[in-house]
């Protein structure tokens, strides 16, 4: 079993910048692929970004030019590194790892962007 455990989110102001930190435990992280979500209040959980354990990354056009999805595989860690944050990105942010037909979920962390 798999545990994913996010941090780095909170309180922002418009404009403003976070970093999103997604930890595993095991090898399994090398090996699979990592994705970001959210999920905004009252709507469905949607894809923020992703990244394959060879680097190449695809972002959601809100994500783009805006957010960095990252990783460090030595560390077993993601990253999701925010910036100009908007009202809009509020949302509960969720990591996942997928490799094959297994997949593991974090906890998620809230983020509140403030106008």
């Known amino acids: 079993q798999v545990q994913l455990v996010e941090s780095g989110g909170g309180l922002v102001q418009a404009g403003g910048s976070l970093r999103l930190s997604c930890v595993a435990s095991g090898s399994f992280f090398s090996i699979a692929l990592l994705t970001w979500y959210r999920q905004r209040p009252g709507q469905e959980r949607e894809t923020v970004a992703h990244i394959t354990t060879k680097g190449k990354t695809n972002y959601a056009a809100s994500a783009k030019g805006r957010f960095t999805i990252s990783r460090d595989n030595a560390k077993n860690t993601g990253y999701l590194q925010m910036n100009n944050l908007k009202p809009e990105d509020t949302a509960v942010y969720f990591c996942?790892?997928?490799?094959?037909?297994?997949?593991?979920w974090g906890q998620g962390t809230q983020v509140t962007v403030s106008s």
């Open positions: 996942k790892l997928l490799s094959e037909s297994t997949s593991y």
